[in-house]
């Protein structure tokens, strides 16, 4: 593989460099350096239970978008393009492991923040109250809800990028993530605990 200086294309955006990468695999190189952190928090975020496995899909995802990078149209985004590889290396993955990741404490408050803030009713989430709980409901969402919520709430995607990501209409991205928000707030209300906390 070609050597890149360090700093050499620090400029260039994404779509030029996979443009690039395409002639010179150096190049490739700065496209990892920029996403492998992004990729791999990700990853873990998505379901995958062990960091080890997480960087084992994470190389997979390098080396098929390496191997497709002559498919990628530079007019579109590359972000959401790596992304949607990373989302289908990581679901096949999970559909042979039964082991998921619960989301950890402060994932959890940052989506149940963003919700609420999107929702404009502070009540709605309120993550002071039985915080564990309602995690505890995020993580038993079919696995399509806690692809949109990850993606909009922790990776703060757009409905675009995400229809990208998943390869479904933004129509249907918005379907899912309402649906996801209204099923958090059933299981809320029919929680005894939950309901009579947020009553108060």
């Given at each position: 593989?070609?050597?890149?200086?360090?700093k050499q294309y620090?400029?260039?955006?994404?779509?030029?460099?996979?443009?690039?990468?395409?002639d010179d695999e150096?190049?490739?190189?700065r496209?990892?350096?920029?996403?492998e952190?992004?990729?791999?928090?990700?990853i873990l975020?998505?379901?995958v239970f062990?960091?080890?496995d997480?960087?084992?899909?994470?190389?997979?995802t390098f080396?098929?978008?390496?191997?497709?990078?002559?498919?990628f149209?530079?007019?579109?985004?590359?972000?959401?393009?790596?992304?949607?590889?990373?989302?289908?290396?990581?679901v096949?993955r999970?559909?042979h492991?039964?082991?998921?990741?619960?989301?950890?404490?402060?994932e959890?408050?940052?989506?149940?923040e963003k919700?609420a803030d999107?929702?404009h009713?502070?009540e709605?989430?309120?993550k002071?109250?039985a915080?564990?709980?309602?995690r505890r409901i995020?993580?038993?969402?079919?696995?399509?809800?806690?692809?949109?919520?990850?993606?909009?709430?922790?990776?703060?995607?757009?409905?675009?990028?995400i229809s990208?990501?998943?390869?479904?209409?933004?129509?249907?991205?918005?379907?899912?993530?309402?649906r996801?928000?209204?099923?958090l707030k059933k299981?809320v209300e029919h929680?005894?605990?939950?309901?009579?906390?947020?009553?108060?």
């Open positions: 593989m070609n050597t890149v200086p360090q620090t400029n260039d955006s994404d779509e030029l460099l996979a443009e690039k990468a395409r150096g190049v490739y190189a496209i990892i350096e920029r996403y952190k992004k990729l791999l928090r990700y975020r998505i379901g062990t960091k080890e997480a960087e084992e899909i994470l190389q997979e080396v098929k978008a390496y191997e497709n990078i002559e498919d149209d530079p007019t579109l985004k590359f972000s959401s393009w790596i992304y949607r590889i990373a989302h289908n290396e990581a096949s999970i559909r492991d039964a082991a998921r990741k619960i989301l950890s404490q402060e959890f408050d940052e989506i149940a919700i999107e929702a009713s502070e709605y989430l309120d002071t109250i915080a564990d709980e309602i995020i993580d038993t969402l079919d696995q399509k809800y806690r692809d949109v919520l990850v993606l909009r709430f922790l990776e703060d995607k757009d409905y675009g990028e990208d990501i998943l390869k479904k209409p933004p129509g249907t991205v918005a379907t899912l993530l309402n996801a928000k209204d099923k299981e929680n005894p605990l939950l309901s009579s906390s947020w009553n108060q």
